[in-house]
């Protein structure tokens, strides 16, 4: 199993709009990293849901359901999406405040590459940011 972050900016997607919709289609990506991250992501891959610009917070934890295909945004063929659902909302958001301040996560792609939109993340700090989040 891999470990992923997505983020969105919650006015325009949120984790109430996704938990409401039910089933999520991660479209509109283009950055080719981040397309090949999506094109990376396998069935059951646990994905970390960050609200980007308003809150800079982890708020859930989405499953990948569907892996790569068409963008149906674009007919431009080198876009690709992948479908994900709602899994939890963690207890407690873990702001990016604090996953900057722990020496664990000082590699964590979020802080090193922060305008990726979808990054891999290794185990260890997914569980270290659940871990931040039962505190």
Partial sequence: MNYWLVKSEPFKYSWDDFVNQGTGVWDGVRNFQARNNLKAMKVDDLVLFYHSNEGMEVVGIAKIV???????????????????????????TVTLKQMKADERLKDLSLIKQSRLS??????????????LAHE
């Fill in 66 to 92: 569907k892996e790569a295909y068409q963008d149906p945004t674009t007919d431009d063929k080198n876009w690709v999406v992948v479908d994900l659902v709602p899994v939890e909302k963690l207890p407690k």
């Fill in 118 to 131: 979808v990054a891999h993340i290794k185990p260890e700090e997914f569980d270290i940011i659940l871990g």
